[in-house]
């Protein structure tokens, strides 16, 4: 076992797409953890959507072995984390597990929104942080530029950041000098009673659940019988070990070391992550601070378009779930769709990978409801407070005495050409000015209040859109606001279709309902029979179009004659309709659902 003051434990951080995962590449290949034969880009990106999107969702672990500059050899433990904003747990996870961070900065963009959200996760975690500037191998690059914002955006002196180009390899092995000098070997003691940090899991057929483990104090090994503080559940370790980047097994894990245990944990939800685990024999006293409740953000309806794969559906929901706690589900019926499950996710692209891999892995298809958040509601009479996820419980008018919906703190940084068209869009999307710093290089920080629901849906591509891609985004909860909100009913041949009803504003009912029910008319076909689209709030209907019956010429065979037989013809047809549309059903195309969930501002 190597000392104690030769274990380094670091992470990378950064905003999205400024090359954190190349970053992971190079430090692989420069401490030679993968064989060149089996090098290939995003090695730590082990999904193919990961691969595919060029993005990181999943944090992952490696153990390397360094030898530095003096000769001396270093065990350097890396966790590798996600950019995007909806990811923000998983980095808040890997940084409770480490010493220091890199905070990886685009040498073309420079310091971007979460850019400064993750300096401030690592600053609340007491990291030392090493920025460095990549891409400095690219025409725009604009170093100098990036140094003075790191001194004036995150106060870190520019002497302190390093220069690299992670696609070229330039700088990595002063990076590693730096991880060994700068970032302080781990604090603990292998004589004190067993106390290691759960920071992830992950499901093996095998194994079942097996969690990641920091060690604070003590020794892991197999054979010790051991308790989750948190979850209060005894379990016997089998195997203990390390990623590098495969699974090695040892005869034990001490103080500083990451790794995994085995203990036949049937299910990652039997893991606390941000759980302590002691030794039943030796406990010790108090439990490590862990991480506060992961809490899902977005909440949508996934119903299968056949309604023989709903038990195919379920299978797959506990298979994810089995290796993936992120996301919360329950089952749910819909009159027009049927049985279903609601999900509850923790961002809008959160969304989109978990909808995907059902569709790759799994093969199904999937009808998605327009997403919803989770409101509060004070009711009347009981005087209450329920919290309604789903438009399709939200109580009638008359029972509602106050509703309050989730708001975050948005920070959009963006070039100053680009104000006034993102001042726009976040007028629209009921944002409440809070403040503007111009930061002198031509750039512009802008800060507003604004109801989680608004940016549920596309907000973010309509930032990217209207900005060029020059924009970027993060946002924080902070807390629950009164709002005037009313539940957007759509019908359908007079008949309520509870997966396209909405909760609006009531400001924007009328907008949104007239757009809803002129997307359905564009979508769902003609029928023989007139069918009225309503849009209503309660009782009173705000919005109507009508798609037209589809015409039969049913006196195409005569010719001439007295006018009265046709009108004879054509009153018997429109009998006939009528009778249909009471009776007849309209089946909605998924295509209709499809286009519900897109917005025009």
Known sequence: MIEQSRIRLFTIMGHIDHGKSTLADR???????????????????????????????????????????????????????????????????????????????????????????????????????????????ADEADPERVEAQIEDQLSIPKEEALKISAKLGWGIEEVLEAIVQRIAPPKGHSERPLRALIYDSTFDMYKGAVPYVRIVDGILKPGMQIYMMGK???????????????MVYKDSLGPGEVGFFAAKVKNVRE???GDTITEISRPCETPLPGYRPLKPMVFAGLYPTSPGQFHLLHDALDKLSANDASFSFEEEHSEALGRGYRI??????????????????????????????????????????ISCD?????????????????FVEIKVILPERYIGKIMELLEQRRGAYKDMQFAGDGRVYIHYDMPLAEIATDFYDRL??????????????????????????????????DALSTIVHKDKAYYAGKAIVKKLKEEIPMQMFPIPLQAAIGSRVIARETIPASRNDITGWMSGGDVTRKLKLLEKQKVGRKRLAAVGKVEIPQEAFLAVLERDA
């Open 27 to 137: 430090i692989l290949q420069l401490a030679h953890a993968v064989p060149d034969r089996k090098m290939r880009d995003q090695f730590l990106d082990r999904m193919d959507l990961e691969r595919e999107r060029g993005i990181t969702i999943k944090a992952k672990t490696v153990t390397l072995n360094y030898t530095a500059k003096d000769g001396q050899p270093y065990v350097l433990n890396l966790l590798d984390t996600p950019g995007h904003v909806d990811f923000t747990y998983e980095v808040s996870k890997a940084l409770a597990a480490c010493d220091g961070a890199l905070l990886i900065i685009d040498a073309t963009q420079g310091v971007q929104a979460q850019t400064i959200a993750n300096f401030y996760l690592a600053l609340e975690h007491n990291l030392i942080i090493i920025p460095l500037i990549n891409k400095i191998d």
């Open 344 to 385: 509850g996710f923790l961002g809008m692209l959160h969304a989109e990978i978990i909808q995907e891999r059902l569709d790759r892995e799994f093969q199904l298809s999937l009808i998605v409801t327009a997403p919803s958040v989770a409101y509060k509601i004070l009711t009347t009479h009981k005087k209450e407070e």
């Open 464 to 497: 990217k859109a209207l900005s060029q891609g020059y924009a970027s985004l993060d946002y924080e909860f902070i807390g629950y606001k009164v709002s005037d909100l009313v539940k957007l009913e759509i019908l359908v041949n007079k008949e309520p279709v």
């Open 271 to 273: 893991i606390g992550v």
């Open 390 to 406: 789903n438009p399709s419980k939200f109580p009638p008018a008359g029972d509602i005495e106050s509703v309050q919906e989730p």
């Open 232 to 246: 209060g559940k005894e379990f016997s370790v089998e195997e203990v070990g390390i990623f590098t980047p495969d």
